[in-house]
Each structure stands twice: as structure tokens, then as C-alpha cells.
């Protein structure tokens, strides 16, 4: 189903008399716009779900808190783009993919970059990766006092000959050279930081550093973790051999299998995590990728919680970025193309739950995601997804919703979060033997070397800064 003509001039940025509404709707503040009763500018299923206060309770010990800090690949007030935090009772925590406005919730949800270490990118498209700068870069002075590592996919390794014979590729596009791009592109801003205390000689590089050797266990030590894309954790003959093992520590297995994806070197993750009541619980999280039998196969364990993109048709794609479908018709096919390559319809993601669910393995809860989640959109899915799974529990993500599983079931709620909310800030630093900052000096008190916050300022333009006793004078 499309969604009418006449419902997209209503709803999205048309242009008329010239001037684009679009974004004197988004400005519209959320209550008001709620209020006016316009499906395109609420969400009902969201606003709906019982509240949750973030921060006022602590996780059960057998208990799995999966809370969703961005949602869509188009980042706007309502949703950032795609991550996703999931916390286990034992005190864990995972991130997978960080887009660009996701830090924002995870701030709103009382989490701050101390819990933003272990991130598990399914590829490098920037809305899945795109506030990892800010990330890696601010980490070491908002509580991460130890290196940042990521999982991705290696190398495509793809090469590409066209018609005339000219040769594209190989790139060096996997994770190890994107994570050696980002230290080097923040050089000036992880410098300038570094008077802080960032290096810690008691820290303990984790089992999962692939290359202890290197000793890294500064702050701004970024260690990417490649992971070879095409393995499925079984043989060409279909037997197990474990080379898709991304994590393996205390009860928590994340697998990958690969996600089909505009381009090569794209994953899906798999997170199973043994309680100590000795049963497992279990998400899948697809990343970006059309609908595939890898999925399948993967979620026929009968996981928790299966999280999978979903796209809207083409038409009603253009028609929300402010453009009647009718008369543009090769910007609908241009979106058609990036489908095909792609992406996941309502129709196919009902599909593969409709698979598993006649194998008995549908998941407790499934969640489409990478989506604009609003009501009109959410109809639509929701009603194409029922076409082939018409009984399961199913529902959209948005940004702030947040699911407690449990060996009991999966509950769903949206947290109560402030616009004006501060990071929470744990100072308290887990480690006794800090190594003296990279801009230090000796402290005049302690005699031990304290950081040096000036002595990267340029010597003339320091002098000309105000003397304090001036503007303290009153
Ligand atoms: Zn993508």
C-alpha cells in the first residue's frame, strides 16, 4: 500500500508557492505537533508504551536490557541514526553501530562514554558510524580511561572492472584501515585533549586485543577488530567451525554472519548470552542488508529478540523527502535502485519472520528498525509485515524505546528522557597508577607530573590573554 497523493502534501516537505515546508514542520515541537493529530509528525506506538525512568532501576542478574539510541538512517529530532545499546546482568555492555546523533540519547539516557568501549559496527556507512569521532575523541575526558575497541568487517577486497577495462580497487575499506584513518584525522583534537590523564600502566589489555604486543592501554588507542566478512561459522560442506566468533567472554558469544549490503564486507551480529540461571538469552541485530537466507538460518535458534531493517516503498520514500512520486519518477527509481542493492522490505522482513515462525522459531519479539517511525509509516509497515506473520509480536523501534528480556519474556517501554539532560559522570577512575599526561609538567604541591592545560597554547597569543585578577576584581 502507498501511502495517497493527497496524504503526502499533507504530511511531508511539498513545496509550495516555492517556500519548502518541511522544515517549518520538523521545527513544530513534539507535543504539538502530537497533539495537532497529524500521522506524520507523531508516534502513537512509542508514546503509547508504559514509561521508564532511566537510571532507576538496576538489571537482574539473569536479565538483558536492549535500549534503542538511534533508529533511522536519517538522523532528525525524533530519531538519530542506527545504534544500539544492550546491557547484561552481569554488568556488560555492547554497543552495535554508532550514528550520527546517537551519543545525544545515550547522554538522555544516563549513559555515558565509560559504557561506549566495545562497539560492533555491521559496516561503514555513516549512519552507522558517524558520531564515532566524537566518540573516540571524547571518551578520555568523559570517563573512558582505557582504548575504544571496534569490531567490523575486513577489507571487501572487491575489485571492479568496467566496460572499458579500467580497474577499480582493491581499497583498504575494512575496519583496520578506517580505525587508522580516524586516529590521524583527530590528531589535532586527541593532542589537544591530552593533558588530561589518559594512560593508566595498570590497566589490563582485555583477551579480545587481537595484538596484546602492542601494549595499548591509552586512551586514545582506537583498536579495530576485523572481521572476516564472508565466514558463516560453518564449512562448505555446512558443519560448524566456529570462524565467526566476533566475542567470547564470560557466557557472552557474539557471533557475525554476513549481511548482503550495497557493497561487500557488510555484517549482522548475533548476541547470545548464557545467564547465570543457565539459560541464554539472545538478540540478532541485522544491520543494513536485503532479505536473506543467512538471517534465516541464524535466527532459527529461536532468538529473543530479532532487530531488523525494514525500508519503505521507493514512492513513499520520495514522497517524504518533499517530492510527488507521480512526477518524479527517475528519483523513485533512483531510490528503487538503492533498495535493490540494499535494503529490506516491510513485505520480506514478514516474510523471514513468516519462515521461521513455520519452523517454530519465531523471535519473542521482532523489531523493525532503520525506519522512519512514524504513525502513517508505521501503519503501512506494520500492516505489510502482517501479510506473512500475522500472530507474532512485532514492533518499530524508535529512538528511547527500551526492551527488558528476560528467560520470563520481553517487555517493552519508552524512557522518560530531558532535552536538557547532562552526561552522568562517574569520577571515580578505576585505576591507581596514572602515567604522566603527554602535556605535563610537575605539580608545585604534590611533586609528581600534573597535566599541563597551556602548554600547547601559542606562546605570544597566551600572552594576550585577560589577566584573571582583572575581571575577578569584582
Ligand atoms: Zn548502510
Not at 582493491?170 to 590528531?187: N, Q, W
Request: hydrophobic share 35%; with cysteine; net charge neutral.
Amino acid at each position: 500500500m502507498e501511502i495517497t497523493r493527497r496524504d503526502l502534501l499533507k504530511n511531508s516537505a511539498v513545496t509550495v508557492g516555492g517556500l519548502a515546508l518541511g522544515s517549518a514542520l520538523s521545527i513544530c515541537s513534539t507535543s504539538s505537533a502530537q497533539s495537532s493529530g497529524d500521522p506524520a509528525q507523531m508516534n502513537s506506538l512509542l508514546a503509547n508504551l508504559p514509561p521508564y525512568t532511566p537510571g532507576s532501576e538496576t538489571l537482574g542478574a539473569n536479565e538483558m536490557r536492549i535500549s534503542f539510541m538511534g533508529t533511522t538512517c536519517i538522523p532528525m529530532i525524533s530519531q538519530a541514526a542506527v545504534s544500539v545499546l544492550v546491557e547484561l546482568g552481569n554488568g556488560d555492555c555492547f554497543v552495535f553501530d554508532m550514528g550520527t546523533g546517537s551519543i545525544v540519547k545515550y547522554w538522555a539516557m544516563g549513559i555515558n562514554l565509560d559504557k561506549i568501549y566495545r562497539i560492533f559496527l555491521t559496516h561503514l556507512h555513516a549512519d552507522h558510524m558517524g558520531d564515532l569521532p566524537f566518540v573516540y575523541g571524547f571518551g578520555p575526558s568523559f570517563g573512558r580511561y582505557w582504548p575504544l575497541y571496534i569490531w567490523g568487517p575486513s577489507d571487501s577486497n572487491f575489485k571492479y572492472t568496467n566496460p572499458m577495462g579500467n580497474v577499480r580497487g582493491p581499497f583498504a575499506d575494512g575496519t583496520k584501515a578506517y580505525c587508522g584513518h580516524l586516529t590521524e584525522m583527530m590528531r589535532w583534537h586527541n593532542e589537544s585533549q591530552a593533558f588530561l590523564f589518559t594512560s593508566f600502566a595498570d590497566y589490563v589489555i582485555p583477551p579480545y586485543d587481537p595484538n596484546p604486543a602492542l601494549k595499548r592501554i591509552d586512551a586514545y588507542d582506537l583498536v579495530p577488530i576485523e572481521l572476516p566478512w564472508k565466514n558463516t561459522g560453518k564449512d562448505a560442506r555446512g558443519n560448524p567451525n566456529n570462524d565467526n566468533i566476533a566475542y567470547n567472554q564470560k557466557g557472552v558469544k557474539i557471533t557475525h554472519f554476513p549481511a548482503v549490503h550495497c557493497r561487500a564486507a557488510s555484517l549482522s551480529y548475533k548476541l547470545e548470552w548464557t545467564t547465570p540461571s543457565g539459560k541464554v538469552l539472545s538478540m540478532i541485530y541485522s544491520g543494513d542488508t536485503l532479505p536473506n537466507h543467512y538471517m534465516i538460518d541464524n535466527a532459527r535458534s529461536g532468538v529473543d529478540v530479532l532487530i531488523h531493517e525494514i525500508v519503505m516503498s521507493a514512492s513513499n520514500w520520495i514522497g517524504k523527502m518533499g517530492n510527488d512520486p507521480a512526477t518524479h519518477p527517475r528519483a523513485v527509481q533512483q531510490a528503487q535502485n538503492v533498495q535493490d542493492s540494499s535494503h529490506t522490505t516491510h513485505k520480506a522482513y514478514g516474510y523471514i519472520l513468516n519462515q521461521l515462525s513455520k519452523q517454530g522459531k519465531a523471535p519473542r519479539l521482532a523489531v523493525g528498525t532503520h525506519f522512519q517511525a512514524t504513525d502513517d509509516t508505521i501503519k503501512l509497515a506494520l500492516e505489510d509485515i502482517r501479510k506473512w506473520y500475522p500472530n507474532g509480536d512485532v514492533t518499530i523501534a524508535a529512538d528511547t524505546m527500551v526492551l527488558n528480556v528476560t528467560p520470563g519474556g520481553v517487555t517493552k517501554r519508552r524512557a522518560v528522557v530531558s532535552n536538557h539532560a547532562w552526561p552522568i559522570i562517574n569520577t571515580r577512575i578505576p585505576y591507581s597508577k596514572p602515567q604522566p599526561p603527554k602535556y605535563w609538567q610537575i605539580d608545585p604541591n604534590t611533586r609528581r607530573p600534573n597535566g599541563n592545560p597551556v602548554a600547547q597554547l601559542d606562546a605570544d597569543q597566551y600572552r594576550q590573554v585577560i589577566d584573571k585578577s582583572l575581571y575577578n576584581a569584582i
